[in-house]
């Protein structure tokens, strides 16, 4: 069934997810700050509106894709969109975004007589442009199955985690393991190198092994053993560092919040965001293996700081 679509905010991820609903017979209409990105997004289908208001008004559904929640609680209320819209229109946010912005979202949506679900994605700009996106969603599931035929144009899996704010609670704990994953895996390497290991040993080992994850497996941090990595090719993303300091940074605010001991998850929220705002700017998350690598250096043959015996244990 054609569904009339308003799309708000255009950029890398939300460019492409428009013009898939498109490619899969919807009416879409898009609006973003960016007058460039209208035009872009016009040349697939996509009409353009003058405001985000004048694109919901007369939609069935409104999607957002934006940076982070104070734009979308902004655009909803302060900008009219939830005004604009008619009543019952489902508003579904695919931004990546705070549990509690998510959860003000959706109060805002019911409160205006709106329906609302949180649907962000994993998969980055590849998934977006190929239509196999992950959505992790929270709402109602009478929502959840009218968003479906959507989520599907625009990827290749769509679970529902539960209440309001469940999608953006799994992406946050979803990426904390893989970002404290990608540093487990990359001190390994560095460690193996201060041990005289090939990363081909050490991978040969930890792949077939219990150290296997998708950070080793997959996006493997060092050249060499798993030859589509972004390590391959300078650390070119990928999955930008930034983003997953943004997630991290996300994930490190509800364990705060909700007073979880997440010591790693901290830690790794810390490293990501001193890696993203120097030299990881514009590279592959697993670039952090080069962060590591440089911090570690010392004078080769010198003593660790603290003594251990044969088992690792603190003599
Ligand atoms: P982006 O910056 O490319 O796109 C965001 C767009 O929103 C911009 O074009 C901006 O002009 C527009 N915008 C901001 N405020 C607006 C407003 N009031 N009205 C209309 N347009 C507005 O960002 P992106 O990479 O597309 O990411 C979007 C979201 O998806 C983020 O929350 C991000 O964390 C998440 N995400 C991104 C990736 C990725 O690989 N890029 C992967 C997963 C999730």
Redesign the pocket.
């Known amino acids: 069934m054609t569904s009339v679509i308003a799309f ?8 492409p997810m428009a013009a898939n609903l498109v490619k899969a017979g919807h009416r879409v209409t898009g ?4 007058p460039e ?1 209208l035009a872009s997004a016009g040349r697939s289908g996509v009409r353009a509106a003058a405001s ?1 208001a004048e694109a919901a008004a007369g939609a069935d559904v409104v999607i957002t ?4 929640g104070r ?1 979308v609680l ?2 909803y209320q302060d ?1 009219g969109l939830l005004a604009a819209a008619k009543p019952g229109t489902l508003f579904i946010d ?4 705070d549990v509690a912005d998510a959860r003000a979202a959706h109060e805002a949506a019911r409160a205006a007589g709106h329906r609302a679900l949180d649907a ?6 590849m ?2 442009e190929a239509a196999t996106l992950t959505f992790m969603t929270g709402g109602d599931a009478d929502d959840f199955t009218r968003a479906e035929p959507l989520l599907s144009a625009m990827g290749k899996k769509a679970v529902h985690c539960g209440a309001a704010g469940s999608g953006q609670a799994a ?1 946050i704990c979803n990426n904390m393991i893989l970002g404290i994953s990608m540093i487990a895996v990359s001190e390994a390497f560095v460690l193996g190198e201060r041990l005289g290991l090939t990363h081909q040993a050490l991978f040969d080992v930890a792949s077939t092994a219990s150290g296997q994850c998708w950070a080793l497996t997959t996006n493997c941090p060092v050249p060499g053993p798993v030859p589509g990595s972004p390590a391959n090719r300078d650390y070119a ?1 990928g ?2 560092a930034p ?1 997953m300091a ?2 991290l940074g996300l994930a490190a605010n509800a364990a705060r919040a909700g007073g979880v001991d997440a010591e790693l998850g901290l830690s790794a929220a810390r490293m990501y965001a001193a890696f993203a705002g120097g030299e990881g700017a514009d590279r592959d998350f697993s670039g952090i293996v080069r962060a590591i690598r440089q911090r570690s250096a010392r004078p080769t043959g010198q003593a660790t700081t603290e003594p251990t015996d044969e088992n690792g244990t603190p003599e």
Do not use: Q, R
């Open positions: 708000v905010g255009l950029g890398h991820m939300g460019g609006y973003d700050l960016l990105l985000a894709m934006l940076p982070a734009h902004a655009l900008e695919c931004s990546t975004i962000p994605v994993s998969g980055g700009v998934g977006a992406k993303p999955f930008a983003l943004k997630d």
